[in-house]
Structure formats: structure tokens, C-alpha cells
């Protein structure tokens, strides 16, 4: 039971790291232009996550001090492209 708590988080996370990388990639020079446009789903997949993190500690007694710091993680996925495409925006306008 704890082991699939969280497994999909996890999964989740791991998509978006490797999409933030793509991103930031793409947006620095060293790949050249081709997916990472990707990385803007980080949010959409951190919602997810945080959702389901969500979900999974109203069902039980305690919070889990793991799934806290993916929310903390899930947090910081979910703000970091928006402040990427602020700074892209500022920088080339």
C-alpha cells in the first residue's frame, strides 16, 4: 500500500524533471529547437500529482513526511516554468 502511494507521484516526477530539462535546454541554446515547448506541462502534471498526494493523505491518520516533500517538490515544478517564460519574455522584449 505505501509502495503505490507513492509510485505515481514519483512517476510524476520524474516526467517532469526530464520535461524541465528539455525546457531548459531548448531555452538556453544547447539543443536546438524541437520539444522543448514540453515543458510546459510541468504545471499540468504537478496539479496532477499534487491532487493525487492530496487524495492519498485525506485517506490516512497521519501525513506522510515523503509525500509532504513531493508537495513541497510538486510546489516548486508548478511555479518554475511560469517564472522560466517571465524571464524569457523579459529578456527578448
Request: a positive charge; zero cysteines.
Amino acid at each position: 500500500m505505501k509502495f503505490r502511494s507513492y509510485s505515481i507521484p514519483l512517476i510524476i516526477f520524474i516526467a517532469n524533471i526530464i520535461l524541465l530539462f528539455m525546457l531548459l535546454f531548448e531555452m538556453s541554446g544547447i539543443q536546438p529547437v524541437n520539444h522543448g515547448g514540453l515543458g510546459f506541462f510541468v504545471p499540468f502534471l504537478s496539479f496532477l500529482s499534487f491532487q493525487y498526494i492530496r487524495a492519498q493523505q485525506r485517506k490516512r491518520n497521519e501525513v506522510s513526511r515523503g509525500l509532504s516533500m513531493l508537495q513541497v517538490i510538486n510546489a516548486f515544478t508548478f511555479i518554475l516554468p511560469f517564472v522560466i517564460f517571465i524571464v524569457f519574455l523579459v529578456k527578448f522584449l
